[in-house]
Antibody
């Protein structure tokens, strides 16, 4: 059973870079049928999809983040990372990593989620 | 971007009830629609994918229907553990947008 766990600093100053890591256990990250995603949720609000990355290197990001986001995979260490530059207080949220599964015919959905990590942007 | 709109925003129900939550997309997403359940302080969990496919391990009292722009999540014979917030999400195009959520309360 695949398990995901996010980690990273809980406090980031405005204009700095938010860096989070997702540790994957119980499975391989190299499958062509799995994608790896980040989602965030401000306190008391809804879910926002940040982006996804495949083991082959294919990536898609939410245009709302205006080029501030980068994701990477280290399949040798079973790690999935998120970098968000030039953060503001609006980036304060619980950040989740998730595995996206592809089911036939071409249904993408997030079937395994981490427990989430809270990031506060404040000076 | 595709906008997803859920209704109602909140819903009161009782154990044993049958409830329906609606999700509307701003353009056709065929059947690329997922439903997630989220309990307070927990990560979301998928219950339905591809509009009507029940995720493994999810009780059969959950069902999904719809195609195009209009979708529904129905929960029959509500159980205490079903009280949560439900989100729809389209997987038709990037960005994979979510609805604003429906809070199902006792």
């Amino acid at each position: 059973q695949v398990l995901l766990q996010e980690s990273g600093p809980g406090l980031v100053k405005p204009s700095q870079t938010l860096s989070l890591t997702c540790s994957v256990s119980g499975g391989s990250m190299g499958s062509d049928y799995d994608y790896w995603s980040w989602i965030r949720q401000p306190a008391g609000k809804g879910l926002e999809w940040i982006g996804r990355l495949s083991a082959s290197g294919s990536s898609d990001y939410n245009p709302s983040l205006r080029g501030r986001v980068t994701m990477s995979l280290d399949t040798s260490k079973n790690l999935f990372s998120l970098k968000l530059i030039s953060v503001t207080v609006a980036d304060t949220a619980v950040y989740y990593c998730a595995k996206m599964r592809v089911a036939r015919p071409n249904y993408f959905y997030m079937d395994v989620w981490g427990t989430g990590t809270t990031v506060i942007v404040s000076s | 971007d595709i906008q997803m709109t859920q209704s109602p925003s909140s819903l009161s129900a009782s154990v044993g009830d049958r409830v329906t939550i609606t999700c509307r997309a701003s353009q056709s997403i065929t059947s690329y629609l997922n439903w997630y359940q989220q309990k307070p302080g927990k990560a979301p969990k998928v219950v339905i994918y591809g509009a009507s496919n029940l995720q493994s391990g999810v009780p059969s009292r959950f069902s999904g229907s719809g195609s195009g722009t209009d979708f529904t999540l129905t929960i029959s014979n509500l159980q205490p553990e079903d009280f949560a917030t439900y989100y729809c999400q389209q997987s038709y195009s990037i960005p994979r947008s979510f609805g604003q959520g429906t809070k199902l309360e006792i």
